[in-house]
Structure formats: structure tokens, C-alpha cells
């Protein structure tokens, strides 16, 4: 019996994959178990494993192609078992994926098809010419005098370059439509008062394509900072007794070398487990405080951000967390960590002091209550006794969602985290 090859759901948040690389060529036997593709999840690449044996007889993506979660991508089967039902299904899946579809019901288990993107416009058929001698009339404008133009229109116009000032509008109210591109792009420009666009040249630009990671980015923070209801608290802390410490450390050896952040996600980890209040998810109907500590770390890769998770971090010794960090840090660069590894976070930090960045906002990862923005460490000249002296310190500033924590509740957390931070032979208590 053949076997579909769907694509797969390889991390609880996915909702689409693109497939990088087969990894069996069309013919090739494969096992219950084997890989037989890499899929870019919207964290990371996962293999896609064939849930039966046989034959791979088709592969219906390409390498590149997107595909939403529940898609059928291929076809295992038997050398001589027909599979042509299975193939023309999965086509007209496809061709019916183009077309407009009616919004899901909530539950409805057959997945969301993504429409595919418009096709370039064919050569318009020949029309009949407006007469020469007929100037067009004025053009109705929009809101602050723009053109008003269906989306076709702009985009067939600007496959043309024509300026859409030029074109007089047969639509209602004046607007410019289809028809009225195709009839003056069948007419010399003189004709129709065509002003000649700028020519694109070859290198002017480049049109990147979204990696999944970018896609789940922009769908989660757009849902962030609109919705959320964010305040900002900033606070700055002496790392004189940090950086004591860390270089003192640093004489015991190798075993013992931790960074500067690292001392402080420790003291982070510490201040929330005495804060549970801001250690917790907002849930629309209710608030979750979490009793245990899971440190997300935001880290940048060549693809976005993504948020690995040092769980029971107020749990773990400082030189714990540094190889951790180290560790999660490597593998999400490499797209190799697996989805157990980013999810699962309470609170987040986000750190650009090593980018020279003083001073920060961060924006909140949903269902998280706050994320906490570490900048550049600096030296500072503060009075002192009679004088001045020049100290290491550290800007840090709390995004918090107000629906959650009170600007009184985050600050109390701040005062924890900079007795810590200023205090840190604390932590290791």
C-alpha cells in the first residue's frame, strides 16, 4: 500500500516548511524511520523522516518550494503499485491552493492552502485604440491626491512602465483599471500622454526570499507591540564587583570562565525566582506564574532571531550557564537545535552590548510578560567620598506588559536584579 509523505508539523509552532534538500532521489528504497528530506522549520532545519517502506516514487516539491503543514510532498509506494490517483490529487491540492479560499473554522483539521503568487501578466489582447486627437481626462484622486487604481492596474502598469498620472480612468469614480492599462499600452505613447518611467537596470536590487524563521519572526512580533500594551522601565548598575569576580574566576582556569552576560543571566534567573509575578505568561483569561526559572537568550543568526532556553536557570551554577549558553548559542547558528530546545521560555533577555549598543528596547515575546534589554558596559565617572572615580556599569531597560506587571511590579524586580548584580558574591549562595 503506498504511503504519503506529508509535510509534517516538526515543531509545535509550525505552520509551514521549506523544503531545502531531498535526501532519497526518485527510485531510491527507503525505510520506515529514514530521512528522507530536510525541511526548514520556522526555527530550524528538521529531517523529515518516511513513515513507511518502499520506493520513493515521486517527489511533488521542489527544493526551495514552501509548503503548508499537512501537504502531501511525496509518494512511497511499491515499484509497480499505481500512484497515478495519488499524483493527480496531490495537483489538483495544488491548483486549487491558488485560487481564493473561505477562512477555516476554528478546529477545521485540513490545513490552510497558501495562495500562490500571481502569474506575470500574459500580452494583453489587441484593443482598440482612444483616437489621438482625444486628450484623456483629468485623473480622480484619492486621499491626498494619489491615483486611484486597482491593485492590477499599478501592478500591470508598472510591468510597463507607465506612469499612471497619464492614464485616463474607466472605472467607477474614475478608476483606473485593467481595460485602461491594456488600452493605452496598445497605443504610442504620444498618443496616450505616456510619461516614460525610469528604466530598472540589472543590479539595482536584489529581492531576498523569506526564510521561515523570518516569517514566524515578523507573524509574532506584529502581534507583540500592537496588542501589548508595553511600558519601559531603565535602570543603570555598577558591574565593578562583576568584573572583579569574572576575573578572578578566570584565575581557577578554564572551568570557571564565564562572561560578563553570563553572570548576569544568572543574576536574572535568581531576581525571577523571587519575582514570580514577572516570571509568568499572559494567557487572555488568566496569568500563569511560573514556579521554575526558563531563560530564554535572544541569539542572532544569518536567518533572524531566534530564542534558545536555559531551563531551571536559577538552579545552575554560573559556569553552567556559560557552557550552555555557549552550546545553544553554536547550534542555533548552525540551525541544529531541536524545537524542545526553543520552547518552553518564561522570560527572555536580550543583549547588543557586545554590538556597542549603550541602550535598548526589546520587544516582548507573546505569551512572555516582560524581556529585559542588557546594553554596552561602559565606564561612567560617579561622585565618590570627596571626589570622582570612573566605574563599569550597564544600562538595562524592562519592556513589561501592563495588562500583567504594574510599573511598581517591575520595579521592585529591577531593585532585585541590580542587588544582585552590585551585590554578585550573592549568586553563588
Known sequence: MATKVFMEALSPTMEEGRLVKWLKNEGDAVK???????????????????RGDGILRKRLVNEGDSRP??????????????????????ASASAKASEPTAKPQPGAQT????????????????????????????VAGGNGGQVRSSPLARRLASDRGLDLTQVQGTGPGGRIIKRDIESVAAVPAAAARIVPA?????GDFEDVALTQIRKTIAKRLSESIG????????????????????????ELGDEYKVSINDILMKAVATALAEHPEVNAHWLGDRIRMHRRVH?????????????????DADQK????????????????????????????????ISNLGMFGIDQFTAIINPPEVAILAIGAAHDVVVPQDDGFVSRKRVRVTMSCDHRAVDGAVGAAFLQTLRRLVENPLMLVY
Open 111 to 138: 490545513p490552510t492552502p497558501v495562495a500562490a503568487p500571481p502569474a506575470a501578466p500574459s500580452a494583453p489582447p489587441p484593443v482598440r485604440a482612444p483616437a489621438a486627437a482625444a486628450p484623456p481626462a483629468p
Open 295 to 311: 531563560l530564554g537568550m535572544a541569539v542572532a543568526t544569518a536567518d533572524g532571531l531566534i530564542v534558545p532556553v536555559i531551563f
Open 227 to 250: 496588542p501589548i500594551p508595553t511600558f519601559y522601565l531603565t535602570a543603570e548598575f555598577d558591574l565593578e564587583r562583576v568584573t572583579e569576580m569574572r576575573a578572578a574566576m578566570l
Open 32 to 50: 520506515t524511520g529514514e530521512p528522507i528530506a530536510e525541511v526548514e522549520t520556522d526555527k530550524a532545519i528538521m529531517e523529515l523522516v518516511a
Open 198 to 202: 525610469r528604466p530598472t537596470i540589472a
Open 317 to 348: 551554577r554560573m559556569s553552567e550557564i556559560s557552557r550552555e549558553a555557549r552550546e545553544l548559542a553554536k547550534r542555533a547558528r548552525e540551525r541544529k537545535l531541536k524545537p524542545e530546545e526553543y520552547t518552553g521560555s518564561t522570560f527572555s
Open 69 to 90: 503543514v499537512g501537504d502531501l510532498v511525496g509518494v512511497i509506494a511499491g515499484a509497480d503499485e499505481n500512484i497515478d490517483a495519488l499524483v493527480a490529487g496531490a
